[in-house]
């Protein structure tokens, strides 16, 4: 099992726009892994639909896009023009690559079975899974989602905006925070330190404890 802050493995697959090596792929990017049961479902069909069209934001926060599904090359072809059909989308060009793990190599390696959920040969799916990988190929983000629940990929858009602002500044982002919102100092800076690092206010919420430790500031201006 890949854990988070351990160095996401290589590996070459065939996808379909041809031949890939992952962090040859990657570059320098950040980078999103989604994987899916199967090709010509209904659930799927609406994730990659939404994720094509989510696809400049995912631009905006430099991070690469690339799907995995447990079928051919030659399925994810002919399934990219049903998604386009269902999604709208005009562009000849799929906005991102479908990696074709037929033989379930990539899905068992990475963890990413569902073993409640069997196909109709009675073979575990893979699971719904979602790893975000950041410039230095490290593994930041790892979720599992059964095959019978559709992700929400404005949920995954505000994790990766909170974990690159919270690489840049001492600070961490509460419940449903949203980009814009009130930040929160991390636990590990001083009274002191605080004062030095944030130019705006830092509202200290009194608690029963009388520990001062929920210290809320404005965002970061270069986040
Ligand atoms: C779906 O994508 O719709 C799906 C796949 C496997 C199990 C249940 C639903």
Not at 17 to 36: A, P, R, V, Y
Not at 92 to 112: N, Q, W
Not at 192 to 200: D, G, H, I
Request: hydrophobic letters at 35%; glycine letters at 6%.
């Amino acid at each position: 099992m890949i854990k988070l802050g351990d160095n996401f493995p290589n590996f070459q697959a065939e996808t379909s726009t041809g031949k890939i090596s992952f962090h040859e792929w990657l570059g320098d990017s950040w980078g999103i892994l989604f994987s899916h049961p199967h090709d010509f479902t209904p659930v799927c069909t609406t994730e990659l639909a939404r994720v094509a069209k989510l696809i400049p934001e995912f631009q905006r926060l430099g991070v690469k896009v690339i799907a995995l599904s447990c079928n051919s090359v030659k399925s994810h072809k002919e399934w990219i023009e049903d998604i386009k059909a269902y999604g709208g989308i005009k562009s000849p060009e799929f906005p991102y690559p479908i990696i074709d793990d037929e033989s379930r190599r990539l899905v068992t390696m990475l963890g990413m079975m569902d073993l409640q959920e069997l196909d109709s040969a009675g073979i575990p799916v893979s699971a719904r899974g979602v790893f975000i990988i950041d410039s230095k190929k490290k593994m930041r983000l790892s979720i599992l989602y059964p095959a019978t629940t559709g992700r929400n990929f404005e949920e995954i858009i505000r994790v990766i905006e909170s974990m690159q602002m919270t690489d840049k500044h001492k600070i961490a982002t509460p419940v449903d925070w949203k980009k814009g919102d009130p930040v929160m100092v991390q636990p590990t800076v001083t009274d002191e330190e605080a004062k030095s690092l944030f130019s705006t206010e830092i509202n200290t919420i009194n608690l029963p404890s009388g520990k001062n430790y929920v210290r809320v500031v404005d965002q970061p201006t270069d986040s």
